[in-house]
Protein backbone atom coordinates (compact mmCIF):
# COMPACT_ATOMS: atom_id res chain seq x y z
CA UNK A 1 0.00 0.00 0.00
CA UNK A 2 1.11 3.30 -0.93
CA UNK A 3 1.01 6.24 1.53
CA UNK A 4 0.92 10.03 0.64
CA UNK A 5 3.68 11.37 3.08
CA UNK A 6 5.28 13.72 1.09
CA UNK A 7 3.46 16.47 2.60
CA UNK A 8 4.35 15.48 6.04
CA UNK A 9 7.79 15.05 5.28
CA UNK A 10 7.84 19.01 3.29
CA UNK A 11 6.00 19.63 6.68
CA UNK A 12 9.28 18.56 8.73
CA UNK A 13 11.76 19.30 6.43
CA UNK A 14 14.05 20.16 8.84
CA UNK A 15 13.23 16.60 10.64
CA UNK A 16 13.91 14.99 7.16
CA UNK A 17 17.31 16.61 6.37
CA UNK A 18 18.02 16.09 10.35
CA UNK A 19 17.72 12.31 9.59
CA UNK A 20 19.52 11.74 6.38
CA UNK A 21 22.32 13.63 8.01
CA UNK A 22 22.43 11.36 10.89
CA UNK A 23 23.43 8.52 8.63
CA UNK A 24 25.24 9.90 5.82
CA UNK A 25 26.97 12.58 8.19
CA UNK A 26 29.24 10.12 10.21
CA UNK A 27 30.88 8.54 6.85
CA UNK A 28 31.70 11.98 5.06
CA UNK A 29 35.06 11.47 6.36
CA UNK A 30 35.58 7.86 4.73
CA UNK A 31 34.46 9.08 1.05
CA UNK A 32 36.65 10.87 -1.15
CA UNK A 33 35.40 13.37 -3.79
CA UNK A 34 35.36 16.07 -6.10
CA UNK A 35 32.65 18.46 -7.52
CA UNK A 36 31.81 17.99 -11.11
CA UNK A 37 31.33 20.48 -13.83
CA UNK A 38 27.23 19.90 -14.06
CA UNK A 39 27.39 21.05 -10.17
CA UNK A 40 27.00 17.54 -8.88
CA UNK A 41 29.58 14.68 -6.81
CA UNK A 42 31.77 11.79 -8.09
CA UNK A 43 32.62 9.45 -5.67
CA UNK A 44 36.45 8.65 -6.15
CA UNK A 45 36.64 5.64 -3.49
CA UNK A 46 34.79 2.38 -2.96
CA UNK A 47 31.73 3.38 -0.82
CA UNK A 48 29.43 0.03 -0.83
CA UNK A 49 30.47 -1.34 2.73
CA UNK A 50 29.26 2.14 4.28
CA UNK A 51 25.93 1.55 3.06
CA UNK A 52 25.65 -2.10 2.71
CA UNK A 53 24.50 -2.83 6.32
CA UNK A 54 23.47 0.17 8.40
CA UNK A 55 21.36 1.06 10.87
CA UNK A 56 18.14 2.49 9.65
CA UNK A 57 16.23 3.10 13.00
CA UNK A 58 15.98 6.44 12.74
CA UNK A 59 14.93 6.54 9.19
CA UNK A 60 12.58 3.80 10.06
CA UNK A 61 10.88 5.94 12.78
CA UNK A 62 10.97 9.09 11.28
CA UNK A 63 8.88 7.73 8.02
CA UNK A 64 6.73 5.74 10.60
CA UNK A 65 6.09 8.92 12.24
CA UNK A 66 4.77 10.61 8.88
CA UNK A 67 2.74 7.33 7.53
CA UNK A 68 0.97 7.79 11.30
CA UNK A 69 0.13 11.20 10.68
CA UNK A 70 -1.13 10.61 7.26
CA UNK A 71 -3.45 8.47 8.28
CA UNK A 72 -4.50 9.56 11.39
CA UNK A 73 -4.68 12.94 10.49
CA UNK A 74 -4.14 14.21 6.55
CA UNK A 75 -6.28 11.61 4.86
CA UNK A 76 -9.49 12.16 6.71
CA UNK A 77 -8.87 15.80 6.48
CA UNK A 78 -8.57 15.07 2.90
CA UNK A 79 -11.74 13.04 2.88
CA UNK A 80 -13.89 15.83 4.96
CA UNK A 81 -12.27 18.19 2.29
CA UNK A 82 -13.72 16.84 -0.56
CA UNK A 83 -16.83 15.44 0.74
CA UNK A 84 -17.17 19.67 1.62
CA UNK A 85 -16.25 20.42 -1.79
CA UNK A 86 -18.82 17.93 -3.50
CA UNK A 87 -21.37 19.50 -0.63
CA UNK A 88 -20.84 22.51 -1.87
CA UNK A 89 -20.63 22.28 -5.92
CA UNK A 90 -24.01 20.81 -5.41
CA UNK A 91 -25.63 23.00 -3.73
CA UNK A 92 -24.07 25.79 -5.66
CA UNK A 93 -25.48 24.05 -8.78
CA UNK A 94 -28.66 23.81 -7.18
CA UNK A 95 -28.78 27.57 -6.91
CA UNK A 96 -27.31 28.62 -10.61
CA UNK A 97 -26.69 26.23 -13.51
CA UNK A 98 -22.94 26.87 -14.63
CA UNK A 99 -20.38 24.59 -15.93
CA UNK A 100 -18.42 22.26 -12.88
CA UNK A 101 -15.33 23.92 -14.08
CA UNK A 102 -16.53 27.03 -13.08
CA UNK A 103 -18.43 26.44 -9.39
CA UNK A 104 -14.98 24.69 -8.62
CA UNK A 105 -12.89 28.35 -9.60
CA UNK A 106 -16.08 30.38 -7.68
CA UNK A 107 -15.87 27.89 -4.67
CA UNK A 108 -12.11 28.23 -4.21
CA UNK A 109 -12.17 31.91 -5.00
CA UNK A 110 -14.53 32.15 -2.22
CA UNK A 111 -12.51 30.08 0.40
CA UNK A 112 -9.35 32.01 -0.78
CA UNK A 113 -10.96 35.30 0.51
CA UNK A 114 -12.17 33.89 3.63
CA UNK A 115 -16.44 33.17 2.62
CA UNK A 116 -16.54 36.05 -0.11
CA UNK A 117 -16.08 36.58 -3.61
CA UNK A 118 -13.97 39.86 -4.22
CA UNK A 119 -15.65 42.60 -6.20
CA UNK A 120 -12.96 42.20 -9.10
CA UNK A 121 -13.86 38.21 -9.52
CA UNK A 122 -17.51 39.69 -9.27
CA UNK A 123 -17.48 42.17 -11.54
CA UNK A 124 -14.99 39.78 -14.05
CA UNK A 125 -15.36 36.26 -14.21
CA UNK A 126 -18.84 36.00 -12.38
CA UNK A 127 -20.56 39.32 -13.64
CA UNK A 128 -24.00 37.40 -14.58
CA UNK A 129 -24.40 36.60 -11.35
CA UNK A 130 -26.92 38.31 -9.48
CA UNK A 131 -26.47 39.96 -6.08
CA UNK A 132 -28.51 37.99 -4.70
CA UNK A 133 -27.02 34.41 -5.71
CA UNK A 134 -23.43 35.08 -5.37
CA UNK A 135 -24.35 36.31 -1.58
CA UNK A 136 -26.66 32.70 -1.13
CA UNK A 137 -23.22 30.68 -2.37
CA UNK A 138 -21.16 32.89 -0.32
CA UNK A 139 -23.90 31.73 2.46
CA UNK A 140 -23.46 28.13 0.86
CA UNK A 141 -19.52 27.79 1.18
CA UNK A 142 -19.18 28.94 4.72
CA UNK A 143 -22.01 26.87 5.78
CA UNK A 144 -20.54 23.79 3.99
CA UNK A 145 -16.69 24.85 5.38
CA UNK A 146 -18.13 26.07 8.66
CA UNK A 147 -15.00 24.58 11.11
CA UNK A 148 -12.90 23.05 8.60
CA UNK A 149 -10.12 25.41 8.29
CA UNK A 150 -10.46 25.35 12.35
CA UNK A 151 -8.68 21.71 12.79
Given at each position: MVFPVSTVMLDRIDDYRTTLQ????PFMDFIEWRPTPDRNVEVLNDTADLYR??????AAEFLYDCVKRTVEYDLPREID????????RRLIMDTVEMPDRLADDLLLFIRQNKGTLSKKRREREFAPLKNDEIERIEAIVQ?????FDEI
Open positions: SHSGYFDSTEYLRRHDEAETFDG
